[in-house]
């Protein structure tokens, strides 16, 4: 509950900045704006300027429209070409974590799972189910499930329950379908608003940089891009995390030397780790990670060997498995 409002709070805060922030700074500047200099504007330059703003708009636009819909459908899609083409795993339950209100229909648990990835390496990972056969208990510490996984593990989900049925919330998705169109609608009588009250018969001359029309989705795609830069660099995980935690070998590999790099998120260092490692074919390999430590987690630093995982087709690729079994 407290994650989840944190992360609520925190979404508002920034949508405030990228938002209303930017209207409040535009409109207290430009209350006593003198329209005579509208007519040393270049029209050109103003122009370029808009159709930058329709660019960033609509790339902020799609994003949300990809995220808010067609991730409904494509997620649909993924789970049942995993049912259908997965690989047959089981599971033993390591933790079991109500997360569902008492007043919910089925009750839904938070699973800590072992078991062993597409290389046979034991991994941990966490999902969450919902129990429409209470009666059963099949969801408690020690119990065994099955689960299937994907063959690539390219795309979400990388593996579900083997019993898990999948279907669409049709008014939830016309729901967020009404939202979307709603901030589509918005946008465009912005860009109404704007002209019809700033334009004096000039035109788009009125229009400049410092425009929210521009200035609102730059800070929005600053924020989307600033938000996996700090989440990758808090948890040391790159794109292809995932990749190597569901066909990755795990092996110890012996620290070489620690370096920081001088770059800190939120007053903790971010350190460089030299790893010497072999892999299954017993080539011994060099590589370094980096990974923003807690002041907390500084003795990682003194440590003789740390777990790692590696890709076997490819041993360059590695990872630390502490940031990985989560």
């Known amino acids: 509950m407290k ?18 922030f930017p209207m409040l700074i535009y409109y ?13 504007k270049n029209p050109w330059l103003a122009l370029s300027i808009v159709s930058l703003s329709v660019i960033f708009w609509l790339i902020v636009l799609i994003g949300y429209f990809r995220k808010w819909v067609l991730q409904i459908f494509i997620s649909k899609r993924n789970i049942e070409q995993l049912k259908s083409k997965g690989i047959l795993r089981e599971a033993k339950i390591l933790s079991v974590i109500k997360t569902s209100k008492p007043t919910a229909k089925f009750n839904t648990y938070e699973l800590e799972l ?6 046979d390496t034991e991994i941990t990972s966490k999902t969450s189910v919902t129990d429409a056969k ?3 208990h099949r969801f408690e510490v020690g119990k065994k499930i099955n689960l299937i996984l994907s063959k690539d593990a390219k795309e979400d989900p990388h593996f579900i329950v083997a019993t898990t049925q999948v279907g669409i ?8 379908i009404l939202g979307w169109l709603l ?5 465009i009588g912005y860009y109404i608003y704007s002209y019809q009250t700033e334009s004096f018969g000039m035109g788009w001359c009125f229009m400049s940089f410092g425009h929210p029309l521009i200035v609102c989705p730059a800070v929005l795609l600053f924020f989307r891009y ?5 989440y990758r660099k808090l948890t040391g995980l790159e794109g292809d995390s995932s990749l190597i935690k569901f066909r990755g070998i795990k092996t110890w590999a012996k620290l070489i030397k620690v370096t920081q790099t001088g770059i800190y998120i939120n007053d903790q260092p971010e350190v460089r780790f030299e790893l010497e490692y072999t892999d299954n074919k017993h080539n011994v390999h060099r590589n370094s990670l980096k990974k923003v430590i807690g002041l907390l987690e500084l003795d990682i630093t003194k440590q003789e060997q740390l777990e790692i995982f590696y890709l076997p087709e490819n041993p360059s690729q590695i990872a630390f498995v502490s940031d990985l079994e989560i």
């Open 28 to 40: 207290a500047v430009n209350s006593e704006f003198d329209v005579s200099t509208l007519k040393d």
């Open 134 to 136: 209470p009666q059963e």
């Open 183 to 187: 901030f589509v609608a918005a946008v």
């Open 226 to 230: 600033l938000l996996k830069f700090i």
């Open 114 to 119: 072992l078991f062993k990835n597409l290389a």
């Open 169 to 176: 919330d049709m008014m939830r998705v016309l729901g967020v």
């Open 3 to 20: 994650k989840n409002f944190a992360i609520a709070f925190g979404a508002l805060y920034m949508l405030f900045f990228a938002i209303p």
